[in-house]
């Protein structure tokens, strides 16, 4: 792990200088952090993408950390629902977004006088549906993590010893990912999504994603936090409902990340590469 640590520290300084698509999640923040150390404050600016994917709360982190890492930040505001062909939801939804991401992103590094713009891709994500990986390649954004082979546990780990408040939160990812593929995308859906998902956090489970299929909320959570949801079953269902959903279930396989990508085929998940 140190020897993958010091491999990304020289991706790093062989840059000179980066952009970071900067999302305040465990990869992203860590990628910061030590782009910022290597390199210097001078010569790194992060980048957040304020959309309707992207719930309130997780902006509002997104700053405190930039500040905390000493990073010059920017947040541009963009709008995933209107780019052609995102809201139809089909397999190469995460092109459309970050294809629009980079689009808008490039040309901020050129305006600052950087050369690189490079994002938080992980060795984990080369195993699973990733179509944003072609829209990376075709932008040249790198992704120095997963060049450097780091697995999200160790990227964790090594979070832990450089201070960062990120090394245990848990995965996040847009809330798009919450709904179905082939159902059409919307604020509406998104909104229920943000909300169902708060209400849940807040009687105390930390990972949580809240699948919608049309007016069903399939509640996915950590297998040791499933008494805590039944025990609040009530409250939870009610609640729910009120955001917009119908019936509301509990997925006893519990939290799976990416479990959407299931219906794809396997030949959806080689893609990108």
């Known amino acids: 792990m140190n020897e993958k640590y010091e491999r990304l520290k020289a991706i ?61 930040h ?17 397999r190469n939804r995460c092109y459309y977004c970050k294809n629009g991401l980079f689009e808008q992103i490039v040309p901020i590094m050129h305006k600052n006088g950087f050369n690189n713009v490079v994002y938080g891709l992980i060795a984990d994500d080369m195993n699973e549906h990733r179509p944003g990986v072609r829209a990376a390649k075709e932008h040249g954004v790198r992704g120095p993590l997963q060049e450097a082979e780091l697995f999200k ?29 082939g159902e059409k995308i919307t604020i509406e859906k998104l909104t229920k999504v943000e909300k169902s998902e708060a209400y849940i956090k807040a009687i105390g489970i930390r990972q949580v994603r809240v699948r919608t299929h049309q007016d069903i ?23 729910l409902q009120q955001f917009g959903y119908k019936y509301v279930t509990l997925d006893l396989q519990g939290y799976v990340s990416g479990s959407m990508n299931k219906v794809l085929t396997t030949s959806f998940t080689t893609d990108e590469s």
């Open 12 to 72: 790093l300084k062989n840059m000179n200088n980066v952009v970071v698509a900067f999302s305040g999640g465990v990869d992203s923040t860590f990628l910061l952090k030590v782009a910022v150390d290597v390199l210097g404050v001078e010569n790194v600016l992060a980048v957040t993408a304020d959309s309707e994917t992207y719930p309130s709360s997780e902006l509002e982190e997104a700053r405190k950390l930039a500040k905390q890492i000493g990073a010059t």
């Open 74 to 90: 920017q947040v541009i505001e963009t709008s995933e629902l209107n780019i052609p062909g995102y809201t139809e939801n089909d």
């Open 153 to 181: 546990e160790e990227i964790r780990h090594l979070s832990k010893q450089l201070g960062l408040p990120t090394w245990e939160k848990p995965s996040f990812a847009c809330l798009s990912s919450r709904i179905a593929y």
């Open 217 to 239: 909320a399939r509640i996915e959570v950590e297998t040791q936090d499933m008494q805590l949801v039944l025990k609040n079953y009530e409250d939870i269902v009610k609640n």
